[in-house]
């Protein structure tokens, strides 16, 4: 059973980067997309962006110049960077598998508050 | 971007009633529609994909259907487990895109 768990770093101050890590076990990261997904506090889905193990990238233009979506695949795991964070991106953030058209399985989700 | 937009944005219904969810595209997508299912404090499940696929392991009571730029979900029968915010998903094009939830109570 594929199982994908977000790291955990809580809390971010204004300006600073937000950095995530997705650690996927019961499966290899081939030939899938791996994706980040975010939801505010009580309010929608926003896909993020997504990697390709091979290492094309694909980002939300609105987020696209403070993004960076990375993979790991000796420790099966990727990574999320945000930076120059503000307020508006405190939310719940989501790490993802992707077939080639839809999310097959998610992480647990971890909330990220961005505060001084 | 494609704008999702799904109707009703709330529903209240019985445990045995017959529910439909629309989602409409600001464009056609062919069926590059998924629906999710989320309960408070959990991470999306994946219900249906293409439109009308049904992911393995989700009951046979969830069907979808539609191409172009109108989809339903129905829920046929609803159980008590059913009771979550449902989203529809373009991966037509990318930013992938979301509707803005229908949440389905308990009438």
């Known amino acids: 059973q594929v199982q994908l768990q977000e790291s955990s770093p809580g809390l971010v101050k204004p300006s600073e980067t937000l950095s995530l890590d997705c650690t996927v076990s019961?499966?290899?990261?081939?030939?899938?997309?791996w994706n980040w997904i975010r939801q505010p506090p009580g309010k929608g889905l926003q896909w993020i962006g997504n990697?390709?193990?091979?290492?094309?990238?694909n980002y939300n233009p609105s987020l696209k110049s403070r993004v960076t979506i990375s993979v790991d695949t000796s420790k099966n795991q990727f990574s999320l960077k945000l930076t120059s964070v503000t307020a508006a991106d405190t939310a719940v953030y989501y790490c993802?598998?992707?077939?080639?058209?839809?999310?097959?399985?998610w992480g647990q989700g971890t909330l990220v508050t961005v505060s001084s | 971007d494609i704008q999702m937009t799904q109707s009703p944005s709330s529903l209240s219904a019985s445990v045995g009633d017959r529910v439909t969810i629309t989602c409409r595209a600001s464009?056609?997508?062919?069926?590059?529609l998924n629906w999710y299912q989320q309960k408070p404090g959990k991470a999306p499940i994946l219900l249906i994909y293409?439109?009308?696929s049904l992911q393995s392991g989700v009951p046979s009571r969830f069907s979808g259907s539609g191409s172009g730029t109108d989809f339903t979900l129905t829920i046929r029968s609803l159980q008590p487990e059913d009771f979550a915010t449902y989203y529809c998903?373009?991966?037509?094009?990318?930013?992938?895109?979301f509707g803005q939830g229908t949440n389905l109570e308990i009438k």
């Open positions: 998903q373009q991966s037509y094009n990318f930013p992938y895109t």
């Open positions: 464009q056609s997508i062919g069926t590059y």
């Open positions: 293409a439109a009308s």
């Open positions: 993802a598998r992707g077939r080639l058209q839809d999310f097959d399985y």
């Open positions: 990697m390709y193990y091979s290492g094309s990238t």
């Open positions: 019961g499966g290899s990261l081939s030939n899938y997309y």
